[in-house]
């Protein structure tokens, strides 16, 4: 019988989803795109790269995006997508594709909320940023110092937590995690309960000797600001980091809560594995690690403010030297990508990608062209090994920005 499979691990933007995507600056970008996997989406080529190496949005460019994500939907099974990109001086392009609902045959469209999955560490990891910079806390606290009963909590610094370096057991692989989870996806989790799942395993490495992607690592992070912080991380996360970044659409949600309207979500990670709509599930076992709700754009602002600590009215909600240290990327096990604290670099592209179950997001911008793409999906169900939010966002860089094609192998991830 298979079992319910919790992908925020993959989410290598937020990344597993609950994964992307994304981003570590120092480990170096690549000039030129990946090979061409086989049956994976080819652009025809265009001429007219900018400066920067991005395609002007003529129409002709935007119809060979267009075509190219409805490509991707057709093989990989996918009801609705909204795909938003923006350049400074080439254009944008905004549009949804396909259904919200199955049942209903209701349209995608831009405003719709989402569940955005791992894309939530970037949010986390900024809070706990925000107590760097006000001294409340120092990225190389051993945890201990904030949680107790963490194994090897005296050793775990803060930053290896966020850099996903702590050798911490993922919960979301625990066998009894995985059970209690399909039996019943709508109950309730708490962070204790959802640790308890992972500190029953022997750590896996030294502190800091490796790259290995566990939620466990966010959901301690998510207690670490709120011993700090004051505030239940839900209050902290809208007070400290979504007001003053201009979010009134992001919500860090208290249980199944799902703002209107939003998309149904088709997942086929289910004790039988039959498709389910699971727009009502519980993303609590999720919590810091990967069960917040935005839109559209929401994210377009969230996309350049994560990468560059800069708001949109040029003021900073993360000083210069805090976002140095979480653009200093370390090497992974991802072909192609580094990850810094709580976001990815894959080939130049910063930011992180979404996996829930129902629910992938692509959140990203590529510093060097200023650019932004947000791709949105109703779907969790891979197509042949490869995650539907990396086959979209493989699609439309491959036309868009060719000297810069996002592709996130969501397998290479995994243990």
Same mark, same amino acid.
């Given at each position: 019988?298979?079992?319910?499979?919790?992908?925020?691990?993959?989410?290598?933007?937020?990344?597993?989803?609950?994964?992307?995507?994304?981003?570590?600056?120092?480990?170096?970008?690549?000039?030129?795109?990946?090979?061409?996997?086989?049956?994976?989406?080819?652009?025809?080529?265009?001429?007219?790269?900018?400066?920067?190496?991005?395609?002007?949005?003529?129409?002709?460019?935007?119809? *060979?995006?267009?075509?190219?994500?409805?490509?991707?939907?057709? *093989?990989?099974?996918?009801?609705?997508?909204?795909?938003?990109?923006?350049?400074?001086?080439?254009?944008?392009?905004?549009?949804?594709?396909?259904?919200?609902?199955? #049942?209903?045959?209701?349209?995608?469209?831009?405003?719709?909320?989402?569940?955005?999955?791992?894309?939530?560490?970037?949010?986390?990891?900024?809070?706990?940023?925000?107590?760097?910079?006000?001294?409340?806390?120092?990225?190389?606290?051993? @945890?201990?110092?904030?949680?107790?009963?963490?194994?090897?909590?005296?050793?775990?610094?803060?930053?290896?937590?966020?850099?996903?370096? #702590?050798?911490?057991?993922?919960?979301?692989?625990?066998?009894?995690?995985?059970?209690?989870?399909?039996?019943?996806?709508?109950?309730?989790?708490?962070?204790? *309960?959802?640790?308890?799942?992972?500190?029953?395993?022997?750590?896996?490495?030294?502190?800091?000797?490796?790259?290995?992607?566990?939620?466990?690592?966010?959901?301690?992070?998510?207690? @670490?600001?709120?011993?700090?912080?004051?505030?239940?991380?839900?209050?902290?996360?809208?007070?400290?980091?979504?007001?003053?970044?201009?979010?009134?659409?992001?919500?860090?949600?208290?249980?199944?809560?799902?703002?209107?309207?939003?998309?149904?979500?088709?997942?086929?990670?289910?004790?039988?594995?039959?498709?389910?709509?699971?727009?009502?599930?519980?993303?609590?076992?999720?919590?810091?690690?990967?069960?917040?709700? #935005?839109?559209?754009?929401?994210?377009? @602002?969230?996309?350049?403010?994560?990468?560059?600590? @800069?708001?949109?009215?040029?003021?900073?909600?993360?000083?210069?030297?805090? *976002?140095?240290?979480?653009?200093?990327?370390?090497?992974?096990?991802?072909?192609?990508?580094?990850?810094?604290?709580?976001?990815?670099?894959?080939?130049?592209?910063?930011?992180?990608?979404?996996?829930?179950?129902?629910?992938?997001?692509?959140?990203?911008?590529?510093?060097?062209?200023?650019?932004?793409?947000?791709?949105?999906?109703?779907?969790?169900?891979?197509?042949?090994?490869?995650?539907? #939010?990396?086959?979209?966002?493989?699609?439309?860089?491959?036309?868009?920005?060719?000297?810069?094609?996002?592709?996130?192998?969501?397998?290479?991830?995994?243990?």
């Amino acid at each position: 019988m298979t079992q319910a499979c919790p992908r925020l691990r993959r989410g290598v933007v937020t990344a597993t989803a609950a994964g992307i995507l994304v981003v570590p600056l120092a480990g170096g970008t690549a000039t030129a795109g990946p090979p061409v996997r086989p049956g994976a989406v080819t652009a025809t080529p265009s001429p007219g790269l900018s400066p920067t190496g991005v395609r002007r949005l003529t129409p002709d460019v935007t119809r *060979q995006i267009d075509q190219a994500v409805l490509r991707v939907m057709r *093989q990989a099974g996918v009801p609705g997508v909204t795909v938003g990109l923006w350049t400074p001086d080439q254009g944008q392009h905004v549009k949804s594709f396909g259904v919200a609902d199955r #049942s209903t045959g209701r349209k995608m469209s831009p405003e719709l909320y989402m569940r955005i999955g791992s894309e939530t560490k970037t949010f986390t990891v900024t809070a706990l940023l925000r107590l760097v910079d006000r001294h409340k806390v120092g990225l190389d606290d051993p @945890v201990g110092k904030y949680v107790a009963g963490v194994p090897n909590g005296d050793r775990i610094t803060l930053r290896q937590l966020a850099g996903m370096r #702590s050798g911490l057991f993922d919960y979301t692989t625990d066998a009894g995690f995985r059970k209690a989870l399909s039996s019943d996806p709508r109950r309730a989790f708490t962070p204790r *309960q959802l640790l308890s799942h992972a500190f029953k395993h022997p750590v896996l490495f030294p502190p800091g000797r490796r790259f290995d992607y566990s939620n466990t690592n966010l959901i301690l992070l998510g207690l @670490v600001v709120e011993k700090a912080g004051g505030w239940p991380l839900a209050d902290y996360l809208r007070n400290r980091v979504l007001r003053p970044a201009g979010l009134d659409q992001t919500f860090f949600p208290a249980g199944a809560q799902f703002p209107r309207p939003h998309a149904q979500g088709y997942t086929n990670q289910t004790a039988n594995g039959e498709v389910r709509d699971a727009a009502d599930w519980n993303p609590s076992w999720a919590w810091a690690a990967g069960a917040m709700v #935005s839109n559209l754009d929401d994210l377009r @602002v969230w996309a350049r403010t994560v990468a560059t600590g @800069v708001l949109p009215d040029g003021t900073r909600l993360i000083s210069p030297a805090s *976002q140095k240290q979480r653009l200093t990327t370390l090497p992974t096990s991802i072909p192609g990508a580094g990850y810094g604290l709580g976001i990815f670099e894959v080939r130049g592209w910063i930011g992180h990608n979404g996996s829930l179950p129902g629910y992938e997001s692509l959140t990203v911008y590529l510093p060097s062209a200023r650019t932004t793409l947000v791709v949105l999906l109703n779907s969790d169900t891979d197509h042949k090994g490869t995650e539907p #939010s990396t086959l979209l966002g493989e699609a439309v860089t491959k036309i868009v920005t060719p000297g810069h094609v996002f592709d996130l192998p969501a397998r290479a991830a995994a243990r």
